[in-house]
């Protein structure tokens, strides 16, 4: 079993649906990151979250430590936002090594 | 202030060959790492380097690869002998300090063919 799950592997939306991507870890963590890998291969960090909730724009990220999970959700989703995006955490002990989710494949349609 | 700059995008090495990665961090930045995407895989890490010196390497490959950052200029991923199955995407980020107090910030990778 992976440290990092993350569900659903790939997620058709149509425009303007709410979008939720949901991470589950089994290790302890001292920080989590939301990365968006563009279709071209190009990654941007989206968040660092360690613990509750941060907003930017339509995308919104939380975390639960107790419960090892956590979900990024896009409001009003655009075709623009269809991506991979990765969920990735630094464990406990280490201030370097993050460990990689395989990503969630998000097409949005008109 | 130009982002983490990554070159060559791509590169085409035949079997037994070297392949140079160069990774230039993000100014004012001191911590690199260089990840790895095999096709259709997700990323792992590799090394994680500060100015001058190799913090972790737990997730470099025992042979053939080397990393380094020297005082003056990029760092650089080594690969020598390269075979098949070192065709990847290499992909550098750096940060401005550790991971659990802010951003990373990533290049747009090199990607490694090998014939």
């Known amino acids: 079993k992976n440290e990092v799950e993350q569900s659903p592997q790939n997620l058709t939306a149509q425009e303007g649906e709410f979008i939720t991507i949901n991470c589950s870890y089994s290790v302890g963590i001292s920080a989590l990151h939301w990365l968006q890998q563009h279709p071209g291969g190009g990654i941007v960090s989206l968040f660092m979250l360690s613990s509750g909730k941060k907003k930017h724009g339509r995308l919104i990220a939380t975390i639960n430590i107790q419960e090892k999970h956590s979900s990024l959700h896009i409001t009003a989703s655009h075709p623009r936002d269809s991506a991979v995006y990765i969920c990735?955490?630094?464990?406990?002990?280490?201030?370097?090594?993050?460990?990689f989710g395989t990503g969630t494949r998000l097409q949005v349609t008109l | 202030n130009a982002g983490v700059m990554q070159n060559p995008r791509h590169l085409v090495r035949r079997r037994g060959q070297e392949a140079r990665l160069r990774c230039s961090p993000m100014k004012g930045h001191s911590h690199v790492y260089w990840y790895r995407q095999l096709p259709e895989e997700g990323l792992k890490f590799m090394v994680y380097?500060?100015?001058?010196?190799?913090?972790?390497e737990s997730g470099m490959p025992k042979e053939r690869f080397s990393a380094e950052f020297p005082k003056e200029g990029p760092s650089i991923l080594r690969i020598q002998q390269v075979v098949r199955g070192d065709s990847a995407a290499y992909f550098c980020a750096s940060s401005p300090g550790i991971l659990n107090t802010g951003e990373l910030f990533f290049g747009e990778g090199s990607r490694l063919t090998v014939l």
């Open positions: 380097l500060q100015k001058e010196n190799i913090i972790d």
């Open positions: 990735a955490v630094l464990n406990t002990g280490t201030a370097s090594k993050l460990t």
